[in-house]
């Protein structure tokens, strides 16, 4: 799974208060990924749990390793869509599809069994995301629209990019995963 480092098969499973402290490193190794305090990190991986992803390995000694994650949950007013807070890869994980893997787990569970909408917000100079986004709906065979949802000057007072809101949808993971 990983360039150069002896890791075995990695599992996707949802994550768990433990994870926080790692979430928190693999997040800080992403630029340009805004990093959370480790206490939302926490929330991520505790109250978002059935809709976020850790990525963990093990190396030959039975440490476990976090290579990968996925904060998500489903709007309460918004009950056919996932919003995608944050998607973290580690480097030595990188283009092995991953983040896609990652993000098909989540949508193949029960909890997501309605969700029908990926939603997502993503600054301009993220290329990384808009890839992943892209490839993922394309996969899907599913359309993909953007438009600015939150404005540099107008919500963050010129201290952060814009953000472009990404909408994916409508798919149907539950009858693509059944085939």
């Not at 800080?28 to 929330?43: H, I």
């Not at 283009?95 to 896609?100: E, K």
Request: charge should be neutral.
């Amino acid at each position: 799974m990983t360039h150069g480092t002896n890791y075995p098969a990695v599992q996707l499973r949802e994550p768990k208060a433990e994870d926080a402290a790692k979430l928190h490193r693999l997040v800080a190794e992403c630029p340009p990924l805004d990093p959370n305090s480790l206490y939302c990190n926490l929330l991520h991986c505790t109250h978002f749990s059935a809709t976020s992803v850790a990525a963990v390995c093990k190396d030959s000694q039975g440490q476990e390793h976090l290579l990968g994650f996925i904060s998500a949950y489903i709007p309460p007013a918004q009950p056919e869509t996932l919003f995608v807070w944050q998607v973290a890869v580690a480097e030595k994980a990188r283009g092995r599809r991953l983040a896609a893997r990652m993000l098909d787990a989540i949508l193949e569970r029960p909890v997501c069994r309605e969700v029908r909408y990926v939603d997502t917000t993503i600054t301009p100079g993220n290329e990384a995301s808009w890839n992943l986004f892209r490839s993922w709906a394309r996969h899907h065979n599913a359309p993909a629209q953007s438009r600015v949802i939150f404005e540099r000057n107008r919500h963050f007072e010129g201290r952060h990019e814009d953000e472009h809101l990404m909408r994916i949808g409508p798919f149907e993971i539950a009858a693509e995963t059944a085939t």
